[in-house]
């Protein structure tokens, strides 16, 4: 096999195991192959989860508060709440890194609002990721008691969305 060839196919088993590790919200995945004598490749894959809600949300809050749309909620309604909503047991967390957008398109209405009722599956918010627009659908059935990010806003992995009830 040429270098090339070896090196395009390497890009891709590593693709793959990046892909493995999101899929199933791993946070390390080491593998090596083995190509024949002296010939092999060690590969580690990780990704690292900082639930850091001071320091990553409010800068973005205060990026986000000054391009507040009229169908935005109140500020009372998004982060209103004592406590870290990280260790709320109904805390729906990011999946991935990205930029939140809680309506489906600019000026629409929001996909989800506090108080509303939810099913599993429903559509709660967009994560975009790479010019990917990521729906991220309700772990479980119940009630929006609390939205904790703002439209716009950078998303770390693990970082609070909002709290289902």
Known sequence: MSNKTSHDSDVS??????????????????????????????VRVSRHSQIVQQVSMAPAAQMAA??????????????????????????????????????????????????????EGDTLLIIEAMKTMNQIPAPRAGTIRRIVIEDGAPVEYGAPLMIIE
């Not at 693709?15 to 024949?36: F, H, I, M, P, S």
């Not at 909620?73 to 406590?83: H, K, L, Q, R, W």
């Open 66 to 119: 000054p391009m507040a749309t009229p169908m935005a909620m109140p500020a009372a309604e998004t982060v209103a709440g004592s406590g870290d909503p990280a260790a709320h047991p109904g805390a729906v967390t990011s999946p991935m890194v990205g930029t939140v957008y809680l309506c489906p398109e600019p000026g629409a209405a929001p996909f989800v609002t506090v108080g509303q009722t939810v099913k």
């Open 13 to 42: 088993f590593i693709r793959a195991l990046a892909e493995l590790l999101r899929a199933n919200e791993l946070t390390e995945l080491q593998v090596k192959r083995d190509y024949g004598e002296n010939d092999s490749l060690n």
